[in-house]
C-alpha cells in the first residue's frame, strides 16, 4: 500500500477513504458567532470556532453557545460563573468543531447574562 495508511482496530484500512484538504481559511474577519453562512464550496467543509466567555469582578455570569446545521443542533455549550469571583476577571475558552456538508446552511446562536463573548478564531477546511 502506497501513500497514508490508516490503522483501524489494530489493521489497515483503505486509505482511499481519506479525504484530501486543500484549503485552510481563517475566517474570522468575516464570520459572527450568530451569522448564518451556507456551504458553497462544493466539498464537506470542516468549521473549527475558538470563543471566550469572560465574567466580571464579583459579578455572576452565564453563556450558552449552539450550532446548527441545517436545523439540526449540532453542539451545545454552556458554561457560567458563580459570583464569587471577588476582584477576579475570569474567562472561558470553548473550541467547537463541526462538519458541514456541501450545500447545507449552518448558524449559531448565543446568550449571555452578565459577561462577553468574544469570537478569536473561526476557521474552515475543505
Known sequence: MTGMQVIENGRIVDSSAIVPI??????????????????????????????????????????????????????????????FLNQINLQLFVTTFYVVPPGSTHLGDAQIQDGLIELLRWTEIY
Open 22 to 83: 486543500s484549503t485552510i481559511n481563517d475566517v474570522t474577519a468575516s464570520r459572527s458567532i450568530t451569522g448564518t453562512y451556507i456551504n458553497n464550496t462544493g466539498k464537506t467543509l470542516y468549521v473549527i470556532i475558538a470563543t471566550k466567555h469572560q465574567a466580571n469582578a464579583n459579578t455572576s455570569s452565564t453563556a450558552s453557545f449552539r450550532r446548527f446545521v441545517d436545523d439540526v443542533i449540532v453542539e451545545k455549550t454552556k458554561t457560567g460563573f458563580s459570583g
